[in-house]
């Protein structure tokens, strides 16, 4: 009698330590900081020929 009496209250006390997850939305907004630097550079290359025309000794301006 004495250990069915255990065993229904081990069995009992295992159940009620159970973990338990729970799903709940946040109350306040989800804040999302992104701070962000975006430098670039541009590279343009000219032929030869092309330098020659806007140089300033061409007359063209």
Do not use: W, Y
Not at 29 to 48: A, G, R
Request: aromatic letters at 4%.
């Amino acid at each position: 009698m004495q250990t069915q009496l255990l065993i229904i209250m081990m069995g009992l006390f295992l159940i009620s330590c159970s973990p338990s997850v729970r799903v709940e939305a946040p109350d306040k907004p989800i804040t999302i900081n992104l701070n962000v630097k975006i430098e670039h550079e541009i590279h343009v290359k000219v032929d030869k020929e092309l330098e020659d025309v806007f140089s300033a000794d061409s007359g063209l301006f």
